[in-house]
């Protein structure tokens, strides 16, 4: 069992966050956006739908991602690597943007916050893995009072920190994200099925059947 | 993946580790993973042990009961999928709107033309089969489904269809010791008929499964709408698939001499007939097989088995009634 241990080695942090726009979440209930649902949402958006709103069934890692917010996957730990802070797996939250999720490491070093994502592959096509971490970061601000200017992504299968800079552009490319999600949740609209190169990729190809809009369509019934 | 159909009376089905085990006498007789599962049905009387039910519900996997005689007689059903969304839209077209109308045609016409087709075949591999009469009667009532739009008039048709077809079927049999005058149910009384009415029991489990899957209520269906507490939309979907699983399979049992007369039995009094033990396993595993047999899915354009197409024209429908797509396609083989 993990002992939630609030004592640690942090300085006390003067607040200075920055000036973003106040945002007003679509929906006035208590469902927080879970950070890995952007994630499947700008992967595409019929897939997020299919998992959030119609509750498909799949037995693989993403299933995780759907999770109970009450559940603890990771045990959450603390300690110093070198000059290094490091908090594993914590939850993140965000009442203004109404965002909640989970991370899996937070650096502190030289008075600055990094949320680093790991990530199991390599850096992929889609680079929507900064979402991610600008949403994370987005959390931290609130959660630190702190700005938080960068974020890393960590790929474990080339070992490599990539580093992921919050510019003004990603925060309101992720803010708009969140919108997108809160909307997609709160109204339940199917957004349309569209084929393209991730289908191949993606774990409900067999369910979503991209494809058979066209072959549809296109399909004359023999006599 | 595939069906594990357990017909050894008295047997006990169990768990060991990641194992379904059937066991008679205390010794086990099949035992697969239940990875490789997709269905259990379970023939008669046979006793499920507690730890294979959970294990079967907790991986969505159905369990369905058949009596001895074929019937059906229900199933343990996973949790029912969250997919409201293909509910609402099967009940919105419920009725006499457009879309039932241009569903229920699809289902008579697959139904009709796959009809249709196996006579045309039949009639290509024999030389003193003369089948052009009912052929053309059956053309002329395809014909008449695009142009009908009240659905008891398409009833009307699909019944109308089913007669010529099912006129001709005892010439289809060329095996001397089997006979088929007409369609008789509850109880069939002929060994044609057993078979017949077995095959679609088998098919209505399978069928039943990719409508839950999918996510529809299996209860509200188009073209059998008239009557209620029966899985109307499960046998609306089975149309298309009577004629290219169950009575293709019956034909080529008859035959190729896969099944004698003394494979089947008569109940006194009822003169109910049924399989016997050997005769039922002959018909499960070839069922099975052609269940998994390859075709190219003319809609989707790639290699799929029959087991494959229940959930893919399941898909399909619900695509059509959810707005995505402009038609139901049904599965029409030439």
Same mark, same amino acid.
């Given at each position: 069992m993990s002992q939630n241990k609030q004592t640690h080695s942090l300085p006390t942090v003067t607040c200075h966050l920055s000036p973003v726009t106040y945002y007003q979440p679509v929906t006035s209930s208590d469902d927080y956006v879970n950070i890995a649902s952007l994630n499947q949402y700008s992967y595409c958006p019929?897939?997020?739908?299919?998992?959030?709103?119609?509750?498909?069934?799949?037995?693989?890692?993403?299933?995780?991602?759907?999770?109970?917010?009450?559940?603890?996957?990771?045990?959450?730990?603390?300690?110093?690597?070198?000059?290094?802070?490091?908090?594993?797996?914590?939850?993140?939250?965000?009442?203004?943007?109404?965002?909640?999720?989970?991370?899996?490491?937070?650096?502190?070093?030289?008075?600055?916050?990094?949320?680093?994502?790991?990530?199991?592959?390599?850096?992929?096509?889609?680079?929507?893995?900064?979402?991610?971490?600008?949403?994370?970061?987005?959390?931290?601000?609130?959660?630190?009072g702190k700005n938080i200017n960068s974020g890393y992504i960590y790929y474990a299968q080339t070992h490599q920190r990539q580093l992921v800079e919050i510019t003004e552009e990603l925060r309101a490319n992720t803010i708009a994200t969140i919108e997108a999600v809160q909307t997609l949740l709160f109204t339940g609209a199917m957004p349309k099925p569209i084929k393209t190169k991730r289908c191949n990729g993606c774990s409900l190809f067999s369910r979503c059947l991209p494809q058979a809009v066209d072959k549809v369509g296109r399909y004359q019934e023999a006599n | 993946m595939g069906t594990l159909y357990v017909s050894q009376a008295d047997s006990f089905i169990g768990k060991v580790d990641e194992r379904i085990h059937v066991k008679f006498e205390k010794k086990t007789i099949i035992d697969v993973a239940f990875i490789k599962l997709d269905g259990v049905v379970v023939l008669?009387?046979?006793?499920?042990?507690?730890?294979?039910?959970?294990?079967?519900?907790?991986?969505?996997?159905?369990? &369905?009961? #058949? +009596?001895?005689?074929?019937?059906?007689?229900?199933?343990?059903?996973? !949790?029912?999928? @969250?997919?409201?969304?293909?509910?609402?839209?099967?009940?919105?077209?419920?009725?006499?709107?457009?879309?039932?109308?241009?569903?229920?045609?699809?289902?008579?016409?697959?139904?009709?033309?796959?009809?249709?087709?196996?006579?045309?075949?039949?009639?290509?591999?024999?030389?003193?089969?003369?089948?052009?009469?009912?052929?053309?009667?059956?053309?002329?009532?395809? &014909?008449? #489904? +695009?142009?009908?739009?009240?659905?008891?008039?398409?009833?009307?048709? !699909?019944?109308? @269809?089913?007669?010529?077809?099912?006129?001709?079927?005892?010439?289809?049999?060329?095996?001397?010791?089997?006979?088929?005058?007409?369609?008789?149910?509850?109880?069939?009384?002929?060994?044609?008929?057993?078979?017949?009415?077995?095959?679609?029991?088998?098919?209505?489990h399978d069928v039943q499964s990719a409508v839950n899957i999918v996510g529809f209520d299996p209860f509200l269906g188009y073209l059998h709408f008239d009557r209620y507490n029966r899985p109307s939309l499960v046998l609306d979907l089975m149309e298309e698939f009577r004629p290219l699983v169950v009575d293709a399979l019956v034909l080529t049992l008859l035959n190729k001499q896969f099944l004698k007369p003394d494979d089947f039995i008569s109940e006194p009094l009822s003169n109910a007939v049924s399989l016997t033990a050997e005769g039922r396993k002959i018909f499960l595993t070839n069922y099975e097989k052609k269940k998994q047999s390859e075709f190219k899915h003319p809609v989707m354009g790639k290699k799929c088995t029959y087991r494959e197409s229940f959930e893919l024209q399941a898909r399909l429908l619900a695509k059509y009634l959810m707005g995505t797509t402009d038609k139901y396609p049904p599965l029409f083989i030439r």
């Open positions: 019929h897939r997020c739908w299919l998992i959030h709103c119609a509750g498909e069934f799949i037995d693989n890692q993403y299933t995780i991602e759907g999770t109970s917010l009450h559940e603890r996957v990771h045990t959450m730990s603390e300690g110093n690597r070198d000059e290094i802070y490091q908090i594993r797996a914590i939850y993140l939250k965000s009442d203004q943007y109404q965002l909640i999720g989970k991370s899996d490491l937070i650096e502190f070093e030289n008075g600055e916050f990094y949320p680093i994502e790991y990530k199991r592959g390599r850096k992929g096509e889609w680079d929507n893995d900064e979402l991610q971490v600008c949403a994370q970061a987005l959390c931290l601000e609130e959660m630190t | 008669g009387r046979s006793t499920v042990s507690p730890a294979v039910v959970s294990e079967l519900m907790n991986r969505h996997i159905p369990l &369905s009961f #058949i +009596d001895e005689r074929g019937h059906y007689l229900g199933r343990l059903q996973p !949790e029912m999928s @969250g997919n409201i969304f293909v509910r609402k839209a099967q009940w919105q077209a419920a009725g006499n709107t457009p879309q039932s109308v241009h569903i229920v045609q699809g289902f008579v016409r697959g139904k009709l033309k796959n009809y249709r087709q196996l006579l045309v075949r039949r009639q290509r591999e024999s030389d003193h089969l003369d089948l052009a009469a009912d052929i053309t009667r059956l053309e002329n009532i395809i &014909s008449a #489904i +695009d142009k009908t739009e009240s659905i008891d008039s398409l009833r009307g048709l !699909e019944g109308a @269809g089913s007669a010529v077809y099912f006129g001709c079927f005892n010439r289809l049999i060329i095996n001397p010791n089997f006979e088929f005058t007409k369609r008789v149910r509850r109880p069939p009384t002929d060994p044609v008929n057993s078979l017949l009415s077995f095959g679609y029991s088998l098919l209505r």
